[in-house]
């Protein structure tokens, strides 16, 4: 399956100075520009954060850029609505934010975009201390992990599907497709995988709050080799 840029929406251009931009630790507003041509620049974290989930966009888009508030156009009630049907209120349960701040022209976002705004991404990671973190789509995936993964991340097709123990941000992570996708995708496999992924992403929720107990791994501890089926069906059934 195709990645959710080949839609045509927040499409994404490959920077001949991204490995320079990619480590930036402090954000380089107003070095894209992009807040000189948007109605609603530098758009910041939006929500009530009461189930400590965090929703990361892509961009705001024009109906976004025209009110100021993240998500609210038609592509954010595809979201809005399939978080109501698991029980999750986007405005009082999530806190809101893009991977970058400001929206694009043209809504194509460019490499350089996303690593002049990841500072305020991972700020805002340390500042609320999400215990989920829902990424929708490439540039929030690009944003997320493009600066600790070294290898050719790929697009969110590679990635949905898994719940990630991520261990520098304590948090569960669960990468699915952007709402655009399922929207310019309608008859193909990605609305069901995408209501698959919340399915999951719910179920991951409510272990939290039966019993918040994050896997943190000490890289120094002893690695335990399992070789034969009955052990590892056992270590993973002592896991789940």
């Known amino acids: ?140 995936l690009k944003s997320f992990l493009g600066h600790r993964w070294k290898k050719e991340i790929g697009t969110i097709s590679k990635w949905r599907g898994w719940v990630i123990p991520d261990q520098e941000t304590q948090a569960w992570v669960v990468p699915v497709f952007h709402p655009v996708y399922i929207e310019y995708n309608k008859d193909s496999a990605a609305p069901k995988l995408f209501n698959k992924d919340l399915d999951t992403f719910k179920r991951q929720l409510i272990r939290i709050d039966e019993r918040y107990d994050f896997p943190v791994h000490d890289p120094k501890e002893k690695i335990r080799l399992l070789y034969k089926a009955t052990d590892i069906i056992q270590e993973i059934q002592s896991i789940i």
């Open 1 to 140: 399956m195709s990645g959710f840029f080949d839609a045509g929406k927040f499409r994404v251009k490959e920077s001949e100075t991204i490995e320079a931009q990619r480590n930036l630790r402090v954000p380089a507003c107003g070095a894209c520009k992009l807040h000189k041509h948007c109605k609603s620049p530098k758009i910041g974290p939006q929500g009530e954060f009461e189930k400590k989930i965090m929703v990361v966009t892509a961009a705001p888009g024009a109906t976004d850029d025209k009110t100021g508030e993240l998500l609210k156009g038609d592509v954010g009630s595809i979201i809005r609505l399939e978080l109501r049907k698991r029980g999750i209120d986007l405005e009082k349960d999530c806190i809101k934010i893009a991977a970058v701040n400001c929206r694009p022209e043209d809504d194509e976002v460019e490499d350089s975009h996303i690593a002049y705004c990841r500072p305020i991404l991972w700020n805002a990671i340390k500042k609320y201390k999400p215990r989920s973190i829902l990424l929708l789509g490439d540039v929030a």
